[in-house]
């Protein structure tokens, strides 16, 4: 079974909908963490979460807005979806006591019509 | 504030041949340094990593880089490139002061000729 999970992996939906995506993970770790990728960009970090309680904005947090439930999952929400929004979404965690090398979900390849 | 700059969008080797994809860095303080690879309708996967041992490190898949503190850099090399390697790669910079979140270069697209 896969360590990071993503839900859904594919999502299209209507401007102005309110859309959740979620990620799960298994390897106990502490930090979570939302990218997106867009051609040519790489990845730009949108927010990122040190624990249960500690959450902070990233590179792109404009017109986001995360949760972190409880240690192992951790939910980007678009309260208002916008087609500049289309764009493929990783999460990642890191362990503390690793180097910080994040492992990575799958993805959610999001588009907003 | 830390960046990674990936000096070719794209890159075209044929098969056998040596890789080598170019990143510079720019960091105020000793960064860790890593290369992911995303092969077509993947995730990510990270093929090495360098965190303040040894300059030269060696990776997952015949791929190997060398931090140069002098020239700011970590290039990503292979001695013979096979068709599987053709993918994006990401060069990518993390540290203390950015939250230990991971500051991602724009890529370079592997192609591998026959």
């Known amino acids: 079974d896969a360590d990071v999970t993503q839900t859904p992996r594919n999502r299209i939906t209507k401007t102005g909908k309110r859309i959740m995506l979620e990620c799960s993970q298994t390897?106990?770790?502490?930090?979570m963490y939302w990218y997106r990728q867009d051609p040519g960009l790489g990845l730009r970090l949108i927010y990122y979460?040190?624990?249960?309680?500690?959450?902070n904005k990233g590179e792109i947090s404009d017109g986001y807005s995360v949760s972190r439930q409880a240690q192992a999952k951790f939910s980007l929400s678009l309260e208002s979806a916008i087609p500049n929004q289309t764009a493929l979404y990783f999460c990642?965690?890191?362990?503390?006591?690793?180097?910080?090398?994040?492992?990575f979900g799958p993805g959610t390849r999001l588009t907003v019509l | 504030a830390q960046s990674v700059t990936q000096l070719d969008s794209h890159v075209s080797v044929s098969e056998g041949t040596p890789v080598l994809l170019r990143c510079n860095y720019s960091?105020?303080?000793?960064?860790?340094l890593f290369w992911y690879v995303q092969h077509p309708n993947k995730g990510l996967q990270l093929l090495l990593k360098?965190?303040?041992?040894?300059?030269l490190v060696k990776g997952i898949n015949g791929f190997e880089a060398e931090f140069k503190k002098s020239e700011t850099s970590f290039h990503l090399t292979k001695p013979s490139a096979h068709m599987s390697d053709a993918a994006e790669y990401f060069c990518?910079?993390?540290?203390?002061?950015?939250?230990?979140?991971?500051?991602f270069g724009k890529g370079t697209s592997l192609l591998v000729t026959p």
């Open positions: 990518v910079v993390s540290g203390f002061f950015s939250g230990y979140a991971l500051n």
């Open positions: 979460s040190f624990d249960v309680k500690d959450i």
């Open positions: 960091s105020s303080y000793s960064p860790s």
């Open positions: 990642a965690t890191s362990d503390t006591l690793a180097d910080y090398e994040q492992f």
């Open positions: 360098y965190t303040s041992a040894a300059t």
């Open positions: 390897k106990g770790h502490d930090r």
